[in-house]
């Protein structure tokens, strides 16, 4: 099942040693992932192929609303992390709180670091922990037109009157 793909930190950092002691190679991503759509699989499909097993750090609740702001995210963290474990490409996902992942990348010391191409390779949080151990670091590219804030803005601005009303409600 894939909530059994749903880790705490201490159990990544476990998984991180046995890895590495397989010489296996261990890419790590993070993000909020609040509406889950077309960029983000291909981003992660691509960021899975770099490594041996990719570890996804999710942006807590409270962490996206510091850096979303009020009203996000749209789906709760649980089911964002259950969402996220589902998929093929996702081998753990762990919540985390701080207001970047430096803190999680340092206890990781991940083989492969990747984040979207909105970030420059110079701006990526944990690129010196990550290259100071001998890994890399990538951004990879993002499908235009694809982004939770332009889902959430087509949304909002459909307008449902009686004669269109969803007949759930």
């Known amino acids: ?46 960021a899975r192929a770099l490594g041996d097993a990719l570890v996804l750090a999710l942006n807590s609740d409270a962490s996206v609303r510091a850096l979303k702001g009020e009203g996000r995210p749209i789906v709760p963290g649980l089911e964002r992390a259950e969402v996220l474990a589902a998929l093929g490409c ?13 803190r999680v990348i340092d206890a990781i010391v991940p083989d492969i670091l990747v984040k979207g191409a909105d970030w420059g390779i110079t701006e990526i949080v944990g690129r010196a922990t990550v290259e100071g151990a001998g890994g890399r670091v990538f951004n990879l590219p993002l499908v235009e037109g694809t982004s ?22």
């Not at 201490?10 to 960029?39: M, W």
């Open 90 to 102: 996702v081998d753990y996902v762990f919540i985390f709180d701080d207001p970047t992942p430096q």
């Open 148 to 169: 939770t804030s332009t889902i959430i803005s087509r949304i909002l601005s459909i307008r449902v009157d009686e004669g269109n009303k969803d007949p759930e409600e």
């Open 1 to 46: 099942m894939s909530v059994k793909k749903i880790k705490s930190l201490e159990e990544v950092v476990e998984i991180r040693q046995r890895l590495r002691g397989e010489g296996k190679k261990l890419v790590f991503t993070n993000g909020c992932f609040d509406l889950l759509h077309a960029g983000h699989v291909r981003y992660l499909n691509q």
